[in-house]
């Protein structure tokens, strides 16, 4: 997915902004910084993953996460406000501290994580840039 399709999915989300985040590909397709997502993964507060019982049939799998829908998963990551790294708003949406997706990639086995990795250190390189 593309970012406008990406846009389009997360619109048709029922769930409040203030109680999800995007991740992962979906999170640095929002931020201009990569072309496409397989996908769309949220993080959700507990409110949030009541939001989407409440209007979906959602199936937990063995790892912990959520099926929402065909394209869509989502994990319960409590309440925003004990996180360690804050979400980030970029544009209308919340999406994962990139410092915190860092140490994901760092940690990651994952020959896709891999190849992210210098596009995000590129990415947090520029954004230091102009924070300066």
């Known amino acids: 997915m593309n970012k406008n399709d990406l846009l389009e999915l997360i619109k048709t989300l029922k769930i409040d902004k203030e109680e999800f985040w995007i991740l992962s590909s979906g999170a640095l397709v929002l931020r201009d910084i990569y072309p496409n997502a397989g996908d769309l993964d949220i993080a959700v507060t507990n409110k949030g993953l009541m939001q989407l019982k409440n209007n979906y049939n959602i199936v937990q799998k063995e790892n912990g996460w959520f099926i929402v829908t065909d394209n869509i998963e989502c994990v319960c990551d409590g309440e925003k406000k004990e996180l360690k790294y804050q979400p980030e708003k970029v544009g209308e949406y919340y999406v994962q501290n990139i410092e915190e997706y860092m140490k994901y990639l760092n940690s990651s086995n994952r020959e896709k994580d ?19």
Do not use: G, M, S
């Not at 520029?126 to 300066?132: G, N, S, V």
């Open 114 to 132: 891999k190849l992210r990795i210098p596009i995000v250190e590129e990415y947090i390189k520029q954004r230091a840039k102009l924070e300066r």
